[in-house]
């Protein structure tokens, strides 16, 4: 079966860097996205990345903080998360999608999320 588990999530400050991780397990996917949900929030679409990497997202909150990247040989998914603040605090969900997409709508495995909380 189709798994995506993340890792790396822990409390930081403000200013700070973390590098969260996604090993997907069973197949590749067109699209890798990481989402993040607040307390009280929708959940949103922080950064994709298709497996050719030839497609980026960012959302314009994190533009030019935050990084996706991909090792396709691994199956694995990173977002390495510079300058961070605390609206950045929120569980970071990994996502995969067999279609080059930004639509959380198309995503079709999810993992458990891990919780990233900085402090001010």
């Known amino acids: 079966q189709v798994q995506l588990v993340e890792s790396g999530g822990r409390l930081v400050q403000a200013g700070g860097s973390l590098r969260l991780s996604c090993a997907a397990s069973g197949r590749a996917f067109s699209s890798y996205g990481w989402f993040r949900q607040a307390p009280g929030k929708e959940r949103e679409l922080v950064a994709s990345v298709t497996w050719s990497g030839s497609v980026v997202y960012y959302a314009n909150s994190v533009r030019g903080r935050f990084s996706i990247s991909r090792d396709n040989a691994k199956n694995t998914v990173y977002l390495q998360m510079n300058s961070l603040r605390p609206e950045d605090t929120a569980v970071y969900y990994c996502?995969?999608?067999?279609?080059?997409?930004?639509?959380?709508?198309?995503?079709?495995?999810w993992g458990q999320g891990t919780q990233v909380t900085v402090s001010s």
């Open positions: 996502a995969a999608s067999s279609a080059v997409t930004t639509s959380d709508l198309l995503y079709s495995y």
